[in-house]
């Protein structure tokens, strides 16, 4: 989406929300500014059927938020499953984990790899005994479930942009930790 077809999504909601319409120049200049750079990597077609979807739905102006949820749940419904769902496929992860690899990790669903975190956590699991899995890990996976997906919905809804930039400073930091970590054993040696 470009800045031009910025303008017009606020032309459509300054036509819909008397609040929107009635902001100064200045201030239309800085929404269109926002909500171009926070959308920008949307398509403006989908954008625009997000609007009016908002529009359609609430009497209220819509946020960027509410704009960008709408139009990452069009290109990618959210298929509600239950936790007990999610835990088989975590269990079946489990049980093939004793050689599981770093491609056939990733062919698993976001929210089960992120309680993982890695494959070497799914190989190691993966030596327990049922019991232990069947209980202990059940119950975490469990409890850790909801705000797994919660934490990947709300990633969903970052620009990509973001995304990379966020991904990018956390990257940073390890490699700063590491480094520090190393100095720190260096001194100790």
């Known amino acids: 989406m470009n800045k031009q077809e910025t303008t017009q999504i606020i032309t459509l909601l300054a036509g819909n929300y008397d609040s929107i319409a009635k902001k100064d120049k200045i201030q239309k200049q800085l929404m269109i500014n926002t909500w171009y750079e926070c959308l920008n990597d949307l398509d403006y077609k989908l954008v625009l059927q997000a609007v009016k979807k908002t529009i359609i739905e609430s009497p209220y102006p819509p946020t960027i938020h509410d704009v960008r949820k709408n139009a990452i749940n069009m290109i990618k419904p959210t298929i509600a499953r239950t936790?007990?769902?999610?835990?088989?496929?975590?269990?079946r992860m489990i049980c093939g984990g004793g050689y599981m690899t770093q491609e056939q990790f990733e062919e698993y669903s976001p929210e089960v790899r992120s309680f993982f975190g890695n494959v070497r956590q799914v190989k190691e699991l993966s030596q327990c005994d049922t019991d232990t899995v069947n209980?202990?890990?059940k119950g975490q996976f469990l409890k850790q479930y909801e705000i797994l997906v919660s934490r990947e919905e709300k990633q969903?809804?970052?620009?990509?942009?973001?995304?990379?930039?966020?991904?990018?400073v956390a990257n940073n930091m390890d490699m700063k930790?590491?480094?520090?970590r190393e100095q720190t054993e260096n001194k100790n040696e």
């Open 135 to 137: 209980t202990v890990v």
């Open 83 to 91: 936790a007990i769902e999610a835990w088989e496929e975590a269990y």
């Open 177 to 180: 930790r590491i480094a520090n």
């Open 156 to 168: 969903k809804l970052l620009p990509q942009q973001m995304q990379n930039f966020i991904q990018e």
